[in-house]
T-cell receptor, first 110, second 115 residues
Framework: KAGVTQTPRYLIKTRGQQVTLSCSPISGHRSVSWYQQTPGQGLQFLFEYFSETQRNKGNFPGRFSGRQFSNSRSEMNVSTLELGDSALYLC?????????FGSGTRLTVV | AQKITQTQPGMFVQEKEAVTLDCTYDTSDPSYGLFWYKQPSSGEMIFLIYQGSYDQQNATEGRYSLNFQKARKSANLVISASQLGDSAMYFCAISIIQGAQKLVFGQGTRLTINP
């Protein structure tokens, strides 16, 4: 069965730009959550979507946003990029008690 | 709020030895799940093992077992017969079962297996 697909795998952006990351969950999974991983802060929860509704949001500024489509695919957007946004962004697809992660998108802001 | 504490930033183990990675947690919710993930240098998060708060027996998955001590709020991962391919970062995480799906992670332990 297909796993969680995140695109793109790598991205280099300039400060001030915006970026959109995509996550396609496992078929049948309706919950998608996003995480930011940095060496300094570790893994931090960004937000979670279920049936196109945001159910939970982490402690991140409003520049970080997301959405989920009717087919459960999710996107996250970061506007006005800052150097500190450089990180590995992971999404997880979940159903019941299991979480399956994608390979992540490594974003570098220069 | 939930919290995970992993007190071992790094561990070095000889190949074929068993290794225990420590994890303590804090939550006021009675119903929760505990997870262990492995993250190699490629960055992907690989699920290893899961323990529900109401599970009576410790979880096992092949060479992985979870030493769950609920009263101590401890969920240590035991890897038996370690292999060179086990070298990676290991994360313990907790999720509340009811409501929004969200994992709270510890800071991780970097495990290095020496030949």
């Amino acid at each position: 069965k297909a796993g969680v697909t995140q695109t793109p795998r790598y991205l280099i952006k300039t400060r001030g730009q915006q970026v959109t990351l995509s996550c396609s969950p496992i078929s049948g999974h309706r919950s998608v959550s996003w995480y930011q991983q940095t060496p300094g802060q570790g893994l931090q929860f960004l937000f979670e979507y279920f049936s196109e509704t945001q159910r939970n949001k982490g402690n991140f500024p409003g520049r970080f946003s997301g959405r989920q489509f009717s087919n459960s695919r999710s996107e996250m957007n970061v506007s006005t990029l800052e150097l500190g946004d450089s990180a590995l962004y992971l999404c997880a697809s979940s159903r019941d008690d299991g979480y399956t992660f994608g390979s992540g998108t490594r974003l570098t802001v220069v | 709020a939930q919290k995970i504490t992993q007190t071992q930033p790094g561990m070095f183990v000889q190949e074929k030895e068993a290794v225990t990675l420590d994890c303590t947690y804090d939550t006021s919710d009675p119903s929760y799940g505990l997870f262990w993930y492995k993250q190699p240098s490629s960055g992907e998060m690989i699920f290893l093992i899961y323990q529900g708060s109401y599970d009576q027996q410790n979880a096992t998955e092949g060479r992985y077992s979870l030493n769950f001590q609920k009263a101590r709020k401890s969920a240590n991962l035991v890897i038996s017969a370690s292999q060179l391919g086990d070298s990676a970062m290991y994360f313990c995480a907790i999720s509340i079962i009811q409501g929004a799906q969200k994992l709270v992670f510890g800071q991780g332990t970097r495990l290095t297996i020496n030949p």
